[in-house]
């Protein structure tokens, strides 16, 4: 014990920086873990889809015709509050999908703190839609 107190002496950044990636990794972990109980992966999201939930692209009106999920629905994440509770209905589950995920992830907690359950973020958006060859909406293959 003597000689970690000497040492910690004798090094204090050294010490100082340990424990400091030590508390980022720990926030980190415990932030992974949290959107993790509403992060859901393409083939999760594919079973709730088949079930009846609700597709909602949040990206721009511009993105969404470039590309989505079939049947989804385009509401930007800046107009989710207001319209979210005029066009989905509650009692099915929603997928909310952005680009990467990062985006819609951020959007399910002020959902389900509005009183939304089953609500659920697409984990790598539509770029790990479209890495698993699912199907994807554009302008060309409209019919």
Not at 36 to 59: E, K
Not at 85 to 90: E, N
Not at 105 to 133: D, H, Y
Request: hydrophobic letters at 40%.
């Amino acid at each position: 014990m003597e000689q970690l107190i000497e040492f910690s002496n004798a090094h204090p950044m050294l010490v100082s920086g340990t424990i400091l990636m030590a508390l980022v990794v720990i926030f980190y972990e415990l932030r992974m873990k949290a959107s993790g109980l509403t992060a859901i992966s393409t083939v999760q999201a594919v079973r709730l889809i088949n079930q009846g939930a609700r597709v909602v692209d949040i990206r721009d009106k511009s993105q969404f015709e470039a590309g989505h999920i079939v049947n989804s629905i385009n509401i930007p994440a800046a107009d989710l509050d207001g319209e979210a509770d005029k066009r989905l209905k509650s009692g099915k589950s929603i997928i909310l999908v952005c680009d990467n995920g990062s985006k819609s992830s951020q959007c399910v907690t002020p959902m389900k703190k509005s009183g939304r359950e089953n609500i659920f973020s697409l984990q790598g958006g539509l770029a790990s839609w479209r890495q698993e060859n699912l199907p994807v909406l554009t302008s060309e293959n409209k019919s």
